[in-house]
């Protein structure tokens, strides 16, 4: 790897710069399409991708009642409450974008309410872009959290009383499979 003068030779400087490239490549790459693999065997074992997003807003609504009712002066709790909660939501938005509303679109072709909840999704980052903005110990950072708990407890009635329910109708096992692994790979992309 080194030279007679103690440097780095080039063969052993792209060696280095190599094997970089395929960790870096590899950390980016293996994640999403080890998490789809999962998605499809769960899927497969009778667990579905609509059970995963189910859960997801349980966890979600529950950060959210969190935040808005933790007090003032809790500025690191609301600071890592609200991180939890828009890496989460993050990575549920990426997945119901992604994968579900264009099913919603396309297979049930409901173009209005694929474009709606898009819309809402839309709100929500508005009032988490406010929530980030806003300092945690101002009074009036509950308020946005509590907007925002508002907003998304009425998405989650749309999509869990109506939503799902015609998608499940609509695809057969195996789409059900396929789905199930799309959502867990996009989940999966963000880090």
Same mark, same amino acid.
Do not use: C
């Given at each position: 790897? =080194?030279?007679? =003068? ?21 950390? @980016? !790459?293996? +994640?999403?399409?080890?998490? /789809? ?9 009778? =667990? ?7 859960? %997801?807003? *349980? ?5 959210? %009642? @969190? ?10 709790? #609301?600071?890592?409450?609200?991180? #939890?909660?828009? @890496? ?9 974008? %992604?994968?579900?509303? +264009? ?11 694929? !474009? $709606? ?16 903005? =806003? ?10 959290? @509590?907007?925002?708990?508002? !907003?998304?407890?009425?998405?989650? $009635? ?9 998608? #499940?109708?609509?695809?057969? #096992?195996?789409?059900?499979? *396929?789905?199930?692994?799309?959502? /867990? ?7």
């Amino acid at each position: 790897m =080194t030279d007679d =003068t103690g440097w780095i030779s080039m063969r052993g400087l792209a060696a280095v710069a190599g094997g970089a490239a395929a960790a870096l490549l590899a950390s @980016r !790459l293996l +994640p999403p399409l080890v998490a /789809q693999a999962t998605g499809s065997a769960r899927a497969a074992a009778g =667990t579905d991708a609509f059970e995963a997003l189910i859960h %997801d807003h *349980r966890i979600i609504l529950s950060l959210l %009642d @969190r935040m808005e009712h933790s007090p003032n002066s809790a500025v690191l709790h #609301r600071t890592q409450l609200f991180l #939890r909660l828009k @890496r989460r939501l993050s990575a549920h938005a990426m997945a119901e974008e %992604d994968v579900i509303y +264009p099913l919603l679109h396309d297979r049930a072709h409901e173009k209005s309410d694929a !474009l $709606h909840l898009y819309g809402e999704h839309a709100e929500m980052k508005i009032l988490i872009h406010a929530l980030e903005r =806003t300092p945690k110990d101002d009074p009036g950072w509950s308020g946005i959290a @509590r907007d925002l708990r508002i !907003l998304i407890e009425g998405h989650v $009635h749309q999509e869990e009383e109506v939503e799902f329910p015609k998608l #499940r109708h609509l695809l057969d #096992r195996k789409e059900i499979v *396929r789905m199930s692994g799309e959502v /867990q790979r996009e989940k999966a992309l963000i880090l």
